[in-house]
């Protein structure tokens, strides 16, 4: 059987590889029933590509999967030759005309990267720094700790004046002696004993974190967290706690008059807790 050399058309055997006439490479350019590697169709010798997906055709011996070291071909679907263990695959050519080619990770990374889209450093803004206050001092606190309890005092003497009145006429005059007002009497006498206990606990909260007893001595309360004057909402926790650990039988109200001695910045248990600290009202800065 004799074919043509695809480039010159001279007469050239089947076992010839190279043409004498113009030194193509037959075993490349002359295949008989090329066939495409990726949907292994088969052509006539005179077509070099596949009409289906462009491939370039070649031998249907490439396509048998063959020993990468003995070179030995197997059709039965092993992955590693039994003689001497090496891998069954197509040859390396084959493999990248059918699989799609894969781009380098370094590319997709610098790819990725580029595709980002860059910003300048977001400008931080500067926080706030919180001053040192120095501890107040004791002998004012001291005083206003006096005025604050006198003004409760006072604020106890309106109810204590309208509940003693209906109980000393019940004592003196028997139960005949209680007339329509005094239930009314004894009621308002209860709802007003609320209001010093009410002043108690909001009383460092009032105004610019100063209670009556403060404001009389230029002293304030300060939250040492937000630098911003005393809430009401801290001196109920700061009294609250002042309260539940003086109410510890014989040491509770020692210890706290210890702290204030103790601690540097003259800051009691219940202050630590509420995060509050007594200052001179002088010191205080709100920047």
């Not at 010839?16 to 295949?31: A, D």
């Not at 031998?59 to 679907?77: A, E, F, M, R, V």
């Not at 894969?102 to 980002?116: D, L």
């Not at 509420?274 to 001179?280: H, K, N, R, Y």
Request: charged letters at 20%; glycine letters at 6%.
């Amino acid at each position: 059987m004799s074919n043509k050399c695809p480039k010159c058309s001279s007469v050239v055997n089947e076992k010839t590889k190279f043409c004498k006439i113009c030194g193509c490479n037959l075993e490349q350019e002359l295949i008989e029933n090329p066939t495409c590697p990726k949907c292994n169709a088969v052509f006539s010798s005179d077509i070099k590509f596949c009409i289906n997906d462009g491939v370039k055709l070649v031998h249907p011996d490439k396509l048998i999967p063959k020993c990468k070291i003995c070179n030995k071909s197997y059709t039965n679907g092993a992955k590693f030759c039994p003689n001497d263990g090496g891998q069954i695959m197509l040859e390396d050519e084959i493999i990248q005309k059918i699989s799609p080619p894969i781009k380098p990770v370094s590319e997709t990374k610098e790819k990725q990267f580029q595709e980002v889209p860059q910003y300048s450093n977001p400008i931080k803004m500067a926080q706030p720094e919180i001053p040192y206050y120095n501890k107040a001092d004791l002998g004012k606190r001291f005083l206003a700790y006096l005025l604050d309890g006198l003004v409760i005092l006072l604020l106890f003497i309106p109810s204590i004046a309208l509940i003693s009145d209906v109980f000393i006429s019940y004592f003196n005059y028997g139960y005949n002696s209680i007339d329509n007002s005094n239930p009314s009497k004894l009621v308002f006498g209860f709802i007003l004993l609320l209001i010093p206990f009410i002043y108690a606990f909001i009383k460092d909260g009032l105004g610019n974190g100063q209670s009556y007893g403060k404001r009389a001595m230029n002293l304030m309360v300060v939250n040492v967290n937000s630098n911003k004057p005393c809430s009401k909402s801290n001196s109920i926790g700061r009294n609250i706690m002042f309260s539940v650990f003086s109410s510890v039988p014989y040491i509770g109200w020692l210890i706290e008059v210890i702290m204030v001695f103790a601690n540097q910045e003259g800051r009691k248990l219940s202050d630590l807790v509420a995060g509050t600290q007594v200052i001179d009202a002088s010191e205080f800065n709100s920047n």
